[in-house]
């Protein structure tokens, strides 16, 4: 939730600053972001202090453990949030979710390396969160001046996503398909190239052959998920759902990129109707999630 809100929150600001959109937007759907993020963080504190046991089981769970680093990933784009607002406070969260992040990524490689209970069924989506997360760094750490730091964290992003995204195409294309509940965490696949190419430009300041090669790998797993929106509306609702809204602020943030580096009416047209897709998911992913809550349809034994 905090991811798709915050990245929401950016695509707006980013749509204000080239598209001259009102940027009161982009601080609302901070502010929601940053009381989502407390409210997340602390429910889940009072439970590691309750339930601790329930806790250790997750992040040990083959699948949910991977759900972890978006604490640190939900810090990382807090940084890039809170750029404009205050580089103290943006840098501290950047410094933060950087060395948390880090180690998720350390800890989650080291139980696919050693572990013995992972099977192909529990390969998803879902695993680019904590290694291919890093591919983000960069955004805020070039603008604190951490160039060589950027690079190692966009370095450890950008080749394993390569890893991984083959081992979750052998899974998909060869063996049982994902089960209804991960079945959005399909639309993770967006992420990587499309932060990639955000995270690139950043570095080089420039739209080469590698950029375009990030942004139009993106823009065909857009065009190849919503071509298969009839199978996700039949999907009942799960909070994995949220698996549709960072992905897709990522791509209108990365198109927004796009234009300003080649500002082609095309690129223009394609990233207002990107930013109103995201818009629309993500208020309907929020009011679903409150009706969700109140029907006590979440937090149940699965």
């Known amino acids: 939730m905090v991811m798709g809100l915050t990245g929401l929150s950016l695509a707006w600001e980013k749509a204000a600053l080239l598209l001259g959109f009102p940027i009161i937007i982009s601080n609302v759907l901070l502010l929601i972001s940053v009381c989502t993020f407390i409210i997340i963080v602390v429910t889940y504190a009072l439970k590691a202090r309750s339930y601790p046991h329930a806790v250790i089981e997750e992040f040990h769970h083959p699948i949910k453990m991977s759900f972890f680093p978006a604490f ?8 890039v949030a809170t750029l404009s607002i205050s580089t103290t406070l943006s840098f501290y969260l950047w410094a933060m979710g950087s060395i948390i992040h880090l180690g998720f990524t350390l800890y989650t490689l080291g139980q696919w390396l050693h572990q013995p209970k992972f099977k192909i069924a529990h390969s998803t989506p879902a695993w680019f969160i904590p290694v291919v997360g890093n591919i983000l760094v960069p955004v805020a750490g070039v603008e604190h001046g951490f160039l060589e730091v950027s690079w190692f964290f966009f370095s450890i992003g950008l080749v394993y996503w390569i890893v991984l995204k083959t081992l979750i195409f052998n899974r998909m294309f060869f063996h049982e398909p994902l089960p209804q509940k991960l079945l959005p965490t399909l639309f993770i696949l967006i992420a990587p190239p499309a932060v990639g190419f955000i995270s690139y430009m950043k570095l080089t300041g420039e739209l080469d052959s590698f950029a375009r090669i990030l942004f139009y790998s993106a823009m065909f797993l857009v065009l190849l998920l919503l071509s298969q929106l009839p199978k996700f509306m039949k999907i009942n609702f799960f909070m994995s759902w949220w698996a549709y809204s960072f992905p897709l602020a990522a791509s209108t943030i990365a198109t927004l990129s796009m234009y300003h580096a080649n500002p082609l009416p095309f690129f223009h047209y394609l990233s207002i109707v990107l930013l109103l897709l995201a818009s629309c998911v993500i208020v309907v992913l929020f009011l679903r999630t409150l ?12």
């Open 72 to 79: 640190s990933i939900g810090m990382l784009l807090m940084s």
């Open 291 to 302: 009706i969700a809550i109140k029907r006590k349809e979440i937090c149940i034994p699965e």
